[in-house]
Every structure is written in C-alpha cells, then in structure tokens.
C-alpha cells in the first residue's frame, strides 16, 4: 500500500469558510497532483507539481490553489467555500518506473470527501 | 480529442463467476494504459500497466489485454469475489505528457 496521506477524510462545512486539505507522501517523490471527482464520474486533473516550489493548473478550472514548499507536503486551499466546490478531492504522488517504455507510475491517497452547505 | 470509454457503465454478476471490462481510447500518441480499481469512498489502486509492446499483463485473478492496433483494452476478472465489488477505471497516457486521461469507469457488484 502506497504512503500517501490525506486529511481530512472528510469535511462538511459553511459557505465562505476557508479551508485547506492536507496531503503528504513519505516515498520521496518529486510529482504530486491534485484530482476532483464526483460520484459516478472521471477524475479531472485540478492542479499538480513537478517538485518543490512548482506549480501548475490541470485541466479542469478550479478557484483552489496548492503550494509546495517541501517535497513531502502538497495542500490545497479553497478561500472561500461554496456549494459548488462540494465532491471528492484525490491527492496522488508519482515516481518515475524506467524500462523500455519509462513511465510514472501514480499511487492515489485516500481522498478528502468535501461538503459545502 | 483524447478520450476513454468504457462499457459497461455497470455489471452485476453472481459470486465465483467471470467477467470482462471494456475500454476503449482515442488518446494518440498512446503510451501506457493502466487499469485502477477504487473501492468506495477511496482512492484508485493500480491493478495493472501496459506499455505499447505489452498485449496482456496479469495480477491475480486478473488479466489485461491491450490491442493498440484497434486501441481497445479489457479487464478480465477469473472467479469473483465479494471483495471485487467496486469502480474499475481505464486510464490512458500519452507519449510526453505527464497527465493522464481517465474513463469513467465499471461499477462492477458480486453478488452472493
């Protein structure tokens, strides 16, 4: 099982309140990403990072944003939250697996289950 | 556009029988394709992942196959069990991009 952690699990709180979701990996990988899925449905990319002190926008538009200032640690913050920021936020590490075809392997933490009211 | 699909959108089958996932892809150029099961309430976990010379790769009671000729994967699970009862995700990755496009997956059941 991956080393990859999430906090919290899960969260229900009022519109307009800012929040930050935790996460952190202890296998020293440089790639980490931040995915938004909600029930039933694919998992979008929202914002990812090659290594500390990067950071960029996925493919899906989203009003959080994420810092990495160590390479274990990779939160994402909403300001300001709102009904529509309700779903389920993947945090997910890569390492790099070399071969004859290299890819990065990803290993998905737990989830943080977010509910707007 | 890059896109993954995959059928059925869910499947109930009887407990200690067999059953194949389909996965479909238009993600050029193609790279890996993995297949992720995700429990409940959890995150994804890596069953499987094929590179473009790999046509079939087994973990377990399952087995994948790719055919990146008609860009078409599936997931065949032997023998089911209860604890088999969750979303199986095909995932695609293209050559030179760090992000992957993913299906929106098989809601598979095992029934007693």
């Known amino acids: 099982e991956a080393d990859i952690y999430q906090t919290p699990r899960y969260l229900v709180i009022g519109t307009g309140k800012k929040i930050t979701l935790e996460c952190s990996q202890t296998m020293g990988h440089d790639k980490m990403y931040w995915y938004q899925q909600d029930p039933g449905m694919e998992l979008h990319l929202i914002h990812y990072s090659y290594g500390v002190n990067s950071t960029e926008k996925g493919d899906l538009s989203s009003e959080s944003t994420v810092s990495r200032i160590r390479t274990e640690h990779f939160p994402l913050t909403l300001e300001s939250a709102r009904p529509s920021h309700t779903s389920q936020y993947l945090c997910?590490?890569?390492?790099?697996?070399?071969?004859?075809?290299?890819?990065?392997?990803?290993?998905f933490g737990p989830g943080t289950r977010l509910t707007v009211l | 556009k890059n896109q993954v699909e995959q059928s059925p959108q869910s499947l109930i089958i009887l407990e200690g029988k067999n059953c194949t996932l389909q996965c479909n892809y238009t993600v050029s150029p193609f790279s890996n394709l993995r297949w992720y099961k995700q429990d409940t309430g959890r995150g994804p976990v890596s069953l499987t992942i094929?590179?473009?010379?790999?046509n079939t790769k087994s973990n377990g009671r399952y087995t994948a196959t790719l055919d990146a000729d008609t860009k078409q994967s599936s997931l065949h699970i032997t023998a089911s069990q209860l604890s088999d009862s969750a979303s199986y995700i095909c995932?695609?990755?293209?050559?030179?991009?760090?992000?992957?496009?993913f299906g929106t997956g098989t809601r598979l059941l095992v029934s007693p």
């Open positions: 995932v695609v990755s293209a050559t030179g991009f760090q992000k992957l496009v």
């Open positions: 997910a590490s890569s390492s790099l697996v070399q071969g004859l075809h290299s890819y990065n392997e990803q290993f």
């Open positions: 094929m590179t473009f010379s790999e």
